[in-house]
């Protein structure tokens, strides 16, 4: 390849790459279902729900959001300044494919250790409120975990990206790209039956009439569904939630054992059925696209940035730093996309149960039981909301209750 290709390949890529990342993600999110009133909290919650509502974000944001802003300035810190490559040569070993590992698990377990205060005293919040009914010990073991299943997740991207530098010092960023395109399409598949096990046990849900009913409501849907799976939350939290995950042979619908102790059969139904909303969307495989076009995208980007510096191993902490900024940047378009996403499949549970009743008074019961934030800040919002918030979702559920001539009457006043 030319001096001259060699330039404006990369770009002509990142270009085509970039545009086709927008396309998937205009033409696979939902922009409009229905006209919504403004969200109005009073209507649905008492003083004394609000009022418990704002007194936990109030003592718990303040050690959430200063672990979140040091999770993100540890690693950009080091990685933007000489500390990155002094770190990298303060391990005293000739092998690069060793020394990178290390160096990823050491700036993750010391970043991990810095927010070990600020992280507690969200845990503490947590369980004063009784949100939390882990023990310390299992929150030590999940942190572990997570740490080593993030180090060895950057670690193998960090050995791909630099191995392959070495081997093609101008072209890696193609094979590293559809590399990255195929990592992300395997995880999405292998996620469910191989991260998921790491934090919960999940058990399929005992024979009699819940099952019956939530297995006729996938059929109905036209959804196939091979089992509904109870994960062990209990051990854990008080708060209430399902998923799906996966795709194909790996589709998983799974409730949290929370959800079935003292929660109504007709909520539970539409649990299930916004669950099923997202496997009847194919909503997974959707996110998965993008996934893999942005990893593409991304790699792209590194060529544009790094070139034939990828092939220093000295700047693996400087790769790290990149990839939490282009991260912690992208975090507002997909939580767009996301709340855009949860937005429909709420509007397909109305669909499918015709119970626009019962789903506001889930809305409630959940955003009470999770302590979720109903009036966030609009860069909270922004930042963090994967979801409508409670009154948003209240607000759909009776606006599609008025176009199918129904009402819903406000929920402080029963």
Do not use: C
């Amino acid at each position: 390849m030319s001096e001259s290709a060699a330039r404006w390949v990369p770009r002509a890529s990142a270009l085509v790459l970039a545009v086709a990342l927008v396309l998937a993600i205009v033409v696979t999110t939902p922009w409009h279902l229905i006209d919504l009133p403004r969200p109005e909290t009073a209507l649905d919650f008492t003083p004394a729900e609000i009022g418990r509502q704002n007194a936990f974000r109030h003592e718990l944001l303040p050690w959430s959001t200063t672990s979140w802003v040091l999770a993100v300035l540890v690693p950009l810190v080091i990685g933007f300044s000489p500390l990155g490559p002094r770190l990298y040569d303060a391990i005293r070993l000739r092998r690069w494919w060793i020394v990178v590992p290390l160096l990823v698990a050491g700036l993750g377990l010391l970043t991990s250790l810095i927010t070990v205060p600020t992280d507690v005293m969200a845990e503490r919040v947590s369980r004063k409120y009784g949100l939390s009914v882990q023990d310390w010990g299992l929150w030590t073991r999940d942190r572990a975990v997570n740490w080593l299943l993030m180090s060895f997740a950057l670690a193998v991207v960090a050995l791909g990206l630099i191995g392959l530098a070495k081997r093609w010092r101008q072209g890696w960023w193609l094979p590293a790209a559809i590399a990255a395109a195929v990592l992300v399409l395997g995880v999405s598949f292998a996620y469910p039956v191989l991260v998921e096990p790491r934090f919960n046990s999940f058990t399929s849900m005992p024979a009699g009439a819940l099952r019956d009913d939530l297995m006729k409501l996938a059929a109905d849907d036209g959804v196939p569904v091979k089992d509904v799976l109870v994960a062990d939350a209990s051990k854990r939290t008080t708060a209430l939630n399902a998923y799906v995950s996966g795709f194909g042979s790996t589709r998983r619908l799974v409730v949290y054992d929370t959800l079935l102790k003292d929660t109504p059969t007709a909520q539970i139904r539409l649990v299930v059925a916004h669950e099923l909303g997202h496997a009847a969307e194919d909503d997974v495989l959707h996110g998965t696209l993008i996934g893999v076009l942005g990893a593409a995208f991304a790699v792209t980007l590194l060529k544009l940035l790094l070139g034939a510096r990828m092939a220093d191993p000295r700047r693996t902490a400087m790769l790290l730093a990149l990839i939490v900024a282009g991260t912690t940047l992208a975090s507002p378009v997909q939580n767009l996309v996301s709340r855009k996403i949860e937005a429909r499949a709420d509007y397909h549970s109305l669909q499918l149960t015709n119970d626009p009743q019962d789903f506001v008074a889930m809305q409630h019961d959940l955003a009470v039981t999770n302590i979720s934030g109903l009036d966030p800040s609009r860069w909270r919002y922004w930042m963090f909301a994967t979801h409508p918030t409670a009154p948003e979702r209240i607000a759909m559920g009776r606006a599609w209750a008025t176009a199918h001539g129904e009402t819903v009457p406000p929920l402080v006043d029963r």
